[in-house]
């Protein structure tokens, strides 16, 4: 079955601490993955897709096909971090895409 | 830069009545999506659209919901007669090259 699987619903760090924000997948293919952050009262808007390989806001993903995994990583955790993060791998059947969002973690960085 | 627009922002409706939410894709984008989130729970895919048809729905799309492009900007969701368990965020998405753009989302609280 196709999953995606955010085992943290909400992760606490300290300002300064690194984070890892884990995603782990199963499906069949090679999908295109991405991370998906929604601040505040803001909409969802993209972080950052693991082909495009750029640090965006000091966050890096790797995609470990062996492990099926796409975390998401920050050497030193900022206040303005704190915002729901969705990973989600964009599936392709048929010609058509959509994508399958895990649950999300919280993420609260703490002063 | 252009975003995706949905009205409106905040819908109550009684159960058993139809709503129609609305939504304003960015101009140049071909595939179209609609997602709701019940709350506290993740995004939830509903249906996809290329080519003025549905590519792909979702189990959760049944016959009370319909999509519709009436003319060359909106993009509707309408729930032909509304179930308590309907009350969610409601969120468009426009795509381009991959990457989805979402709208700032429709509360629909039905009574």
């Known amino acids: 079955a196709q999953r995606v699987t955010q085992p943290e619903k909400l992760l606490s760090v300290f300002k300064g601490a690194p984070v890892e924000l884990k995603c782990n997948y199963s499906?069949?293919?090679?999908?295109?993955l991405f991370w998906y952050v929604q601040y505040s009262r803001q909409r969802l808007q993209l972080l950052l897709r693991?082909?495009s390989r750029e640090s965006i806001k000091g966050f890096t993903a790797d995609l470990n096909k062996g492990e099926t995994s796409f975390h998401l990583k920050k050497p030193f955790a900022q206040e303005e971090d704190s915002a729901m993060y969705y990973c989600?791998?964009?599936?392709?059947?048929?010609?058509?895409?959509?994508?399958?969002f895990g649950t999300g973690t919280r993420l609260k960085v703490l002063a | 830069e252009p975003e995706v627009t949905q009205t409106p922002s905040h819908q109550v409706t009684q159960m058993g009545q139809e709503v129609i939410l609305r939504c304003v894709p960015i101009?140049?984008?071909?595939?179209f999506y609609w997602y709701r989130q019940i709350l506290g729970q993740k995004v939830e895919f509903l249906v996809s659209?290329?080519?003025?048809?549905?590519?792909?729905k979702s189990e959760i799309f049944d016959d009370q919901f319909s999509v519709e492009r009436p003319d060359g900007s909106n993009f509707t969701l309408k729930i032909r007669s509304t179930k308590l368990e309907d009350s969610a965020m409601y969120f468009c998405?426009?795509?381009?090259?991959?990457?989805?753009?979402f709208g700032p989302g429709t509360r629909l609280t039905v009574l």
């Open positions: 989600a791998p964009l599936l392709c059947h048929s010609g058509t895409y959509k994508y399958i």
């Open positions: 499906y069949s293919g090679s999908p295109e």
């Open positions: 693991h082909i």
């Open positions: 101009s140049n984008h071909l595939y």
């Open positions: 659209f290329y080519n003025n048809e549905i590519s792909e």
């Open positions: 998405a426009s795509m381009i090259l991959n990457e989805q753009f």
